[in-house]
Nanobody
Framework: VQLQASGGGLVQAGGSLRLSCVGS????????IGWFRQAPGKEREEVSC????????SYADSVRGRFTISRDIAMNTVYLQMNNLKPEDTAVYYC???????????????WGQGTLVTVSS
């Protein structure tokens, strides 16, 4: 099981980025996928989650209304569309797959490497 996150970069405040999390060695459609972020000196926080069917999504209060999580089963990929970015969104973003239960809120067992998002003011 491998997860590869990409799509980070430098963007001005108010701009947009789309992060991708590509799975290999397993079928992502059976798993809940979460996006997390960790800023320097801060604890890691869960930003968003999508369950295995895609019928349930959740968002942290800090990103609700600006970020959208989605999945493309054919591409074995989960996306995080980030709009109206703010400097406080600056962090390393990670994606993770749950333990196979397929629902948000269950433990995450598989983690990808991070992708850095930097939002300038």
């Amino acid at each position: 099981v491998q997860l590869q996150a990409s799509g980070g970069g430098l963007v001005q405040a108010g701009g947009s980025l789309r992060l991708s999390c590509v799975g290999s060695g397993f079928t992502m459609a059976y798993y809940a996928i979460g996006w997390f972020r960790q800023a320097p000196g801060k604890e890691r926080e869960e930003v968003s989650c999508i369950n295995n069917s895609g019928g349930y999504t959740s968002y942290a209060d800090s990103v609700r209304g600006r970020f959208t999580i989605s999945r493309d089963i054919a591409m074995n990929t989960v996306y995080l569309q980030m709009n109206n970015l703010k400097p406080e969104d600056t962090a390393v973003y990670y994606c993770a797959a749950d333990n196979g239960e397929g629902e948000c809120g269950t433990p995450y067992d598989y983690w990808g490497q991070g992708t850095l998002v930097t939002v300038s003011s």
